[in-house]
């Protein structure tokens, strides 16, 4: 059964193929899309393009950049001895957000995950390896998620690491700011209590 | 709407809408069934401990329509060492998913969820072999849904067991030389095989500690025991090959450095 004319059914399954957009959705884009005005349309078809086609990943760290090597790394008052890995170049930005950062990063592009058929040597952990080789590194600092996969690739980086003689910490999760102690769950307080820190 | 609480195991997370996941949870009373935990992304939500894969929960759930939502949560067990060891959680994740395609949504299964507490309890055991824990699984769980291998005698003539010295996963149990010809994915099962066959299929998972897993034996009986699996279950398992793949590297490098599930203690 044809409900859309041939090019709209087309443009919602294209929209389909983005995450988080099912029929519904893809439907609502594709007409809200159909009402803008045709140049409007054209300038964000035209910016996609030249985003996907001016944003590379950088040779060194993995993250999004339009010149290689990136920003950070590229940077001379960064220190090159502390590398923070992450899972994707959205933690980077949340990173970079809290000012308190002066290291290097390193994104692995996603976590370990045994259901997602995601292995080791699926992300970027040889990159890793060759860069704690190539010398000058003494920390690394892992901050994947707080959840399975998270962890699992935490501790995975960190058996790695540790025979080339690097210091390797994982950030603590614990108690959010701002939170009440009897709100917390037993998870998160049990996580807090391993990371306490001596004051 | 209906307010239902239930003791649950999550057996697989996806991400949903900005910050919600989907989590199916496997239950005694209410078998297998999916709820939303709403905001369990966010870090400061009281529901992320509880919407973790392995995690065992006492949970209260509003029931909808198609998808229950996640209202509260009690953890009982985050099973906390699988979730830290790469081979514990890929062996965990293959249980789960393996429980997973072989499990009808909302039928009581009470059997099963038993099994597969006890079964992620020993995989969090300090002590455990992962590798080993997944193959009693493996044979409890088939043995339990229904698809219990004869391990006494030939499944087509009835000889008697040391003349059945093979096992056939299609037609389900140990053939004797006669009648493996019936069966074209027979593999031969030899004394100590079929003794570990038996073993893991009645023994508690305490009581395999002792079980090796370079023999001959061991082999046979995992060739065997992953044909049965293979047989029976209709799609190919993402973490079966996860498990392969991260072994073959582990192999590749042990010269190396590190690699592999179990770099110290080699598991094919
Ligand atoms: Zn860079
Ligand atoms: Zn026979």
Redesign the interface.
């Known amino acids: 059964m044809q409900f859309y004319a041939e090019p709209l059914s087309r443009l919602i399954d294209e929209l389909r193929r983005l995450p988080?957009v099912g029929a519904k959705t893809g439907q609502r884009l594709a007409f809200h899309l159909l009402a803008m005005a045709p140049a409007d349309v054209q300038r964000l078809a035209d910016t996609m393009v030249e985003a996907r086609r001016r944003i590379t990943d950088c040779s060194i760290c993995g993250n999004l950049t339009e010149a290689d090597p990136c920003v950070t790394c590229s940077d001379p008052s960064r220190d090159r001895s502390c590398i923070c890995v992450v899972e994707r170049p959205e933690d980077v930005i949340a990173m970079e957000r809290t000012r308190e950062y002066r290291g290097v990063y390193h994104v692995l592009g996603a976590a370990?995950s045994?259901?997602?058929?995601v292995?080791?040597?699926d992300i970027r952990l040889a990159e890793l390896?060759n860069r704690v080789k190539a010398g000058g590194v003494t920390e690394i600092i892992v901050a994947t998620n707080?959840?399975?996969?998270g962890?699992?690739t935490a501790?995975?980086i960190a058996?790695?690491l540790r025979?080339l003689g690097v210091r390797v910490s994982r950030i603590a999760h614990g108690v959010?700011v701002?939170?009440d102690l009897e709100?917390?769950?037993?998870?998160?307080l049990?996580r807090a209590l391993e990371g306490r820190r001596v004051m | 709407m209906a307010m239902v609480g239930c003791e649950g195991i999550v057996l697989?997370?996806r991400d949903f809408?900005?910050a919600d996941r989907i989590l199916t949870i496997l239950s005694a009373a209410e078998g297998k069934f999916e709820a939303v935990a709403r905001g369990a992304r966010r870090?400061?939500s009281?529901?992320?401990?509880?919407a973790?894969?392995?995690?065992r929960a006492n949970m209260m759930l509003f029931r909808g329509r198609s998808l229950d939502t996640l209202s509260s949560?009690?953890?009982l067990s985050?099973h906390q060492r699988v979730?830290?060891?790469?081979a514990c959680?890929?062996y965990g994740?293959?249980i789960?998913?393996l429980t997973d395609a072989m499990t009808a949504e909302r039928e009581p299964a009470p059997d099963v969820y038993s099994l597969v507490c006890s079964t992620l309890a020993a995989l969090d055991r300090k002590e455990a072999r992962p590798a080993v824990v997944a193959l009693g699984f493996e044979m409890k769980f088939l043995s339990l849904i229904g698809f219990k291998p004869e391990l006494r005698q030939c499944v087509s003539c009835g000889a008697r067991e040391p003349e059945a010295d093979w096992f056939g996963p299609n037609e389900g149990g140990l053939l004797c030389a006669r009648c493996r010809a019936n069966d074209l994915t027979a593999v031969p099962v030899g004394d100590e095989a079929r003794g570990l066959l038996r073993a893991l299929m009645v023994r508690p998972y305490a009581r395999l500690s002792g079980v090796g897993e370079n023999g001959k034996a061991y082999v046979q009986a995992r060739t065997a025991l992953r044909r049965y699996v293979d047989l029976r279950v209709e799609s190919s398992l993402?973490?079966l090959?996860?498990?392969d793949?991260?072994n073959s590297?582990g192999r590749e490098e042990a010269n190396d450095?590190?690699?592999g599930l179990e770099p110290d203690r080699q598991v094919t």
């Open positions: 988080g370990i045994p259901m997602e058929g292995g080791p040597g390896v707080p959840n399975t996969e962890e699992v501790v995975y058996n790695l025979p959010p701002g939170g709100y917390a769950d037993e998870v998160t049990a | 697989r997370v809408n900005e870090p400061r009281s529901m992320a401990g509880a973790q894969l392995f995690t949560a009690e953890v985050t979730r830290s060891d790469l959680m890929a994740s293959y789960a998913e993402r973490t090959e996860f498990i793949d991260v590297m450095s590190e690699g």
